[in-house]
């Protein structure tokens, strides 16, 4: 399964978290061949070359190809941080990498000074990273002596407990976590805190379920090695690794099994282990062993997901669409300086999805009105959010893109319930 770095060469020709790699320039990339060493092998190359990727979807039958032009890849975390309404600030993670602690702290702070007293921060397609740089971004929120995260392996120099300090800036403000499907490790550990100590909400679809802690040893030859030495087990003592024991190709599928038996679709279609009861400080029941369940969760929005949508995505012609748009009407943009400029300046509402419609049939999507007014809105929101960000940056993206996302929406539902104050329980 592909993580897509966001604003990434991958992600700017239309390639998804979750897509799989079948072929490179053709050939065959799967099996028990392939390594991390093969990836750099196929994948890395000179900047500006390209690369052929074969890609199996989920929402495909056929193999979908993209083009990928190698370029830099992003090392920023946070992708962005605004202002939803005029009490709540939002900040989008993509990673827990050496620096993403540092551009947390100066994101809130920020939307501090903009107002924010309560904060939604979101997970979702975050795979992990830095385990240490999940428990700093926590303890921002934990009051003092609060278990963040404990490890235990098979010798016990591996077992550790880790509490919050009681130096954290925002224990005060409420807080709402999202995560979906490929929220992972790290991410896990952020989020499992969050809950398991009643600090506040999550808010979305089960997450991945990694709860291993792996160290990586240097060889001789400058390769290395990833061992996994303990796993971690969030406040509760649960550990949040789902079940290997049928085998990886078993456990590569699992995400696609869930997406195939409704899970994402239907919070009664999620797979429970009932054997793995955990109690929250303040007396929530909580489960083991497969991800980490929601505190509310939000189905999959499919609210103009028509066959036309699907076809033109699975195309990348949105991507393709928005490079060319944005290359022709450079000029009208030049002052702009964030996402409202943008909207500003941008063709109306009809002349643009009819360019856009006219653009996709030249390459071989043809038009079906019926499917494409049930898509209007998307479409245009797609349209509009990565035309922001080819010009400003993921900074003007999120604003947009955001601006009906369902998983959003709940969280300022709760929000203005006061269902995120400290401390969450189930009444």
Same mark, same amino acid.
């Given at each position: 399964?592909? %993580?897509?770095?966001?604003?990434?060469?991958?992600?700017?020709?239309?390639?998804?978290?979750?897509?799989?790699?079948?072929?490179?320039?053709?050939?065959?990339?799967?099996?028990?061949?392939?390594?991390?060493?093969?990836?750099?092998?196929?994948?890395?190359?000179?900047?500006?070359?390209?690369?052929?990727?074969?890609?199996?979807?989920?929402?495909?039958?056929?193999?979908?190809? !993209? +083009?990928?032009?190698?370029?830099?890849?992003?090392?920023?975390?946070?992708?962005?941080?605004?202002?939803?309404?005029?009490?709540?600030?939002?900040?989008?993670?993509?990673?827990?990498?050496?620096?993403?602690?540092?551009? !947390?702290? +100066?994101?809130?702070?920020?939307?501090?000074?903009?107002?924010?007293?309560?904060?939604?921060?979101?997970?979702?397609?975050?795979?992990?990273?830095?385990?240490?740089?999940?428990?700093?971004?926590?303890?921002?929120?934990?009051?003092?002596?609060?278990?963040?995260?404990?490890?235990?392996?098979?010798? #016990?120099?591996?077992?550790?407990?880790?509490?919050?300090?009681?130096?954290?800036?925002?224990?005060?403000?409420?807080?709402?976590?999202?995560?979906?499907?490929?929220?992972?490790?790290?991410? =896990?550990?952020?989020?499992?805190?969050?809950?398991?100590?009643?600090?506040?909400?999550?808010?979305?679809?089960?997450?991945?379920?990694?709860?291993?802690?792996?160290?990586?040893?240097?060889?001789?030859?400058?390769?290395?090695?990833?061992?996994?030495?303990?796993?971690?087990? +969030?406040?509760?003592?649960?550990?949040?690794?789902?079940?290997?024991?049928?085998?990886?190709?078993?456990?590569?599928? %699992?995400?696609?099994?869930? &997406?195939?038996?409704? =899970?994402?679709?239907?919070?009664?279609?999620?797979?429970?282990?009932?054997?793995?009861?955990?109690?929250?400080?303040? @007396?929530?029941?909580?489960?083991?062993?497969?991800?980490?369940?929601?505190?509310? &969760?939000?189905?999959?929005?499919? +609210? @103009?997901?028509?066959?036309?949508?699907?076809?033109?995505?699975?195309?990348?012609?949105?991507?393709?669409?928005?490079?060319?748009?944005?290359?022709?009407?450079?000029?009208?943009?030049?002052?702009?300086?964030?996402?409202?400029?943008?909207?500003?300046?941008?063709?109306?509402?009809?002349?643009?999805?009819?360019?856009?419609?006219? !653009?996709?049939?030249?390459?071989?999507?043809?038009?079906?009105?019926?499917?494409?007014?049930?898509?209007?809105?998307?479409?245009?929101?797609?349209?509009?959010?990565?035309?922001?960000?080819?010009?400003?940056?993921?900074?003007?993206?999120?604003?947009?893109?955001?601006?009906?996302? #369902?998983?959003?929406?709940?969280?300022?539902?709760? &929000?203005?319930?006061?269902?995120?104050? !400290?401390?969450?329980?189930?009444?």
């Amino acid at each position: 399964m592909i %993580e897509v770095i966001p604003g990434g060469p991958s992600e700017k020709v239309g390639i998804l978290n979750g897509d799989k790699i079948i072929t490179v320039d053709g050939k065959n990339f799967t099996g028990e061949k392939i390594n991390p060493n093969t990836v750099k092998e196929n994948l890395r190359g000179p900047k500006n070359s390209t690369v052929k990727l074969g890609i199996k979807r989920a929402t495909s039958d056929k193999m979908i190809y !993209f +083009t990928v032009k190698r370029g830099d890849i992003p090392i920023k975390s946070v992708d962005a941080a605004y202002m939803i309404d005029k009490n709540t600030g939002y900040v989008k993670v993509n990673q827990f990498g050496r620096t993403t602690y540092d551009e !947390f702290v +100066t994101a809130l702070s920020m939307l501090k000074n903009e107002g924010a007293k309560r904060y939604v921060v979101d997970l979702r397609g975050n795979g992990g990273g830095y385990m240490e740089i999940a428990v700093a971004m926590a303890n921002e929120f934990l009051p003092k002596n609060s278990l963040i995260v404990s490890t235990k392996g098979r010798y #016990k120099k591996s077992d550790s407990s880790v509490y919050s300090d009681g130096d954290g800036s925002y224990q005060e403000a409420e807080i709402v976590v999202l995560i979906n499907e490929f929220s992972a490790s790290a991410s =896990e550990i952020f989020a499992g805190a969050i809950q398991d100590n009643d600090r506040g909400l999550v808010i979305g679809a089960r997450s991945f379920g990694k709860g291993l802690v792996q160290r990586e040893f240097r060889l001789f030859d400058n390769s290395a090695i990833r061992l996994t030495i303990a796993r971690y087990y +969030t406040p509760s003592g649960r550990c949040i690794q789902k079940d290997y024991k049928l085998g990886q190709a078993a456990y590569e599928r %699992e995400l696609l099994d869930r &997406f195939n038996s409704g =899970e994402l679709d239907n919070q009664d279609s999620i797979k429970v282990d009932k054997s793995k009861v955990f109690k929250t400080m303040h @007396g929530r029941t909580v489960y083991g062993g497969g991800g980490i369940i929601p505190d509310i &969760f939000v189905p999959r929005d499919t +609210t @103009g997901y028509t066959s036309y949508y699907y076809a033109v995505v699975n195309a990348g012609l949105i991507q393709n669409f928005v490079l060319k748009y944005v290359t022709a009407n450079k000029a009208r943009f030049k002052n702009a300086t964030d996402y409202k400029d943008v909207i500003r300046l941008l063709d109306d509402n009809t002349q643009l999805l009819n360019s856009f419609v006219d !653009f996709a049939a030249a390459h071989k999507v043809p038009a079906r009105w019926y499917y494409i007014n049930q898509s209007r809105e998307l479409l245009l929101n797609d349209i509009k959010a990565f035309i922001a960000r080819d010009l400003l940056g993921q900074k003007a993206f999120y604003p947009i893109y955001n601006r009906y996302d #369902k998983t959003i929406e709940a969280a300022l539902k709760a &929000f203005n319930k006061h269902k995120a104050a !400290f401390p969450i329980t189930d009444e």
